[in-house]
């Protein structure tokens, strides 16, 4: 391994390093960066965003339901860089000269196409890739015209302010109107889909509450999932999923498995066998792959999915320099066969690791490698019902967990996320500050 990373290169002699991407993974590692070697001057640590705020992505599918606040929740990158030692800089990352050591990076234009900043390029001693990932259409026609991806917190916010349209119109129309009249489908039963379809069931009974008495949200909402495989859930384990199932029946959702979809149109989904399921709103989450710009960047090694294959010191294949973490990265699952999952605790436990083997090898120690540890799966479908298994030494093996409990170690999953990028004092403050505006605001939101 090259111990190139105790070059000192920048314009002021430090170290720099430059992380890309400030999600789950990036924002976590820019954060514990800033405090370990930022503020005491020992590296440069420069985060580049192509957002203005954070969102911590597995809340998304509450912000489509509108059950969550996005600005309750979202953080400004430039606020927490000023109090975390860090730099941010806004734009989108579009190449990579190795050679030279730089990153590029796309020009800004505001809302009316005038430049913010001009296209710009970022040298670095130490480059860690964290540009997570997007939906995976497989090539099926329609759904970039029809379909809503749940990627960023605005595809979310769109989604929901149809969803509302659709239920005021549904009721102005009130007797006039067609059987099911409201009707969703969302396309891949994985987590993402599970959880939606859960909240949006639970959300649109609370939204008819709310002075839409024209629409009854049993006889005239519908939401339908479709799942391509077997079963839904495909990554988890048989007894979740059969759990998870039961509870989306008793919830009105309507499943089907085996259901691969062949086109998404304006008014609905074509399944393979020639059945159509009409539908005014349809969600795509099925299957996740990193952007195609990642592909063989700069030259370094990608697997089909666009994800950077990496080392288990979460080094790239092709350059000790260069790291990734979280989506964007093909991580060898050591112990197991394969890759480790694009999940939020995986970018967790990555940005956790290297935000300390960073500060050791700036020192000239190697780096150990890192092993990811699975503390199970759990499924929320609405507020109390949340499924899972627990796994690891502290539960003694694989532990199935239901009700009250498996929702607190759920929400326990985001407050890991939020002690990391905020510190105790900030999460225990904003965590009381929420809790008491929930009670002056409705449950739901209306617009
Ligand atoms: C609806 C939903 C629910 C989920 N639920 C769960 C769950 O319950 N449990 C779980 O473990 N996981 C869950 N996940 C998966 C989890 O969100 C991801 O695994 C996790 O966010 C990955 O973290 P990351 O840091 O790799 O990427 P992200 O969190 O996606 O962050 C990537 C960041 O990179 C930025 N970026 C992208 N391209 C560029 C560029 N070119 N230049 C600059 N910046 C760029 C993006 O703006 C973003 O801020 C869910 C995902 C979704 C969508």
């Not at 050679?99 to 809302?111: K, S, Y």
């Amino acid at each position: 391994m090259a111990q190139t990373n105790n070059a000192k290169t920048g314009a002021n002699g430090l170290h720099r390093i430059v992380i890309v991407g400030g999600g789950a993974g990036g924002l976590e590692l820019a954060t514990r960066l800033g405090h370990k070697l930022g503020k005491t001057g020992k590296a440069h640590i420069t985060l580049i965003e192509k957002a203005r705020t954070h969102f911590w992505k597995p809340h998304l599918h509450e912000i489509a339901a509108g059950s969550m606040d996005l600005q309750t929740y979202a953080i400004d990158y430039l606020a927490q860089s000023h109090w975390h030692h860090f730099r941010y800089r806004l734009g989108a990352m579009v190449g990579l000269d190795r050679e030279r050591r730089e990153v590029q990076v796309a020009p800004v234009l505001d809302d009316e196409g005038q430049p913010i900043t001009p296209p710009y390029t970022r040298g670095y001693d130490t480059l860690v890739m964290a540009t997570g990932s997007y939906t995976n259409d497989f090539g099926t026609p329609g759904v970039h015209e029809h379909a809503i991806a749940l990627e960023t917190p605005a595809e979310a916010e769109r989604f929901h302010r149809r969803m509302v349209n659709a239920c005021i119109r549904a009721h102005v129309q009130g007797t006039e109107r067609g059987p099911h009249q409201v009707t969703v489908a969302i396309v891949g039963a994985g987590a993402t889909g599970v959880e939606l379809a859960a909240e949006l069931r639970k959300a649109l009974r609370l939204l008819v509450t709310y002075g839409l008495d024209q629409i009854d949200p049993e006889r005239d909402i519908q939401i339908h999932l479709l799942e391509a495989g077997p079963r839904i859930l495909p990554g988890l384990p048989e007894r979740i999923a059969e759990a998870a199932a039961e509870l989306l029946k008793g919830l009105g959702i309507q499943l089907r498995c085996s259901a691969k979809v062949s086109a998404v149109r304006a008014d609905g989904v074509e399944l393979a066998g020639g059945v159509f399921v009409p539908a005014q709103l349809v969600v795509w989450a099925a299957g996740v792959k990193a952007p195609q710009w990642l592909h063989e960047l700069g030259g370094l090694e990608t697997n089909k999915l666009n994800q950077l294959v990496v080392r288990p010191t979460l080094q790239t294949t092709r350059d000790d320099r260069v790291f990734a973490i979280g989506d964007c990265a093909a991580a060898p699952w050591l112990g197991r066969q394969g890759t480790v999952p694009p999940r939020a605790q995986a970018a967790h436990q990555q940005a956790t690791h290297l935000g300390k083997q960073l500060a050791r090898h700036l020192r000239g120690r190697p780096l150990k490698p890192w092993r990811y540890r699975d503390f199970g799966s759990l499924v929320s479908l609405g507020q109390h019902s949340t499924v899972g298994n627990l796994m690891g030494a502290l539960v003694g093996g694989n532990l199935w967990v239901e009700g009250l409990f498996a929702r607190l170690m759920y929400l326990s999953l985001y407050k890991q996320h939020e002690l990391a990028v905020h510190g105790i004092w900030r999460t225990t403050l904003g965590t009381a500050s929420r809790l008491l505006t929930s009670r002056t605001e409705p449950r739901v939101k209306l617009h």
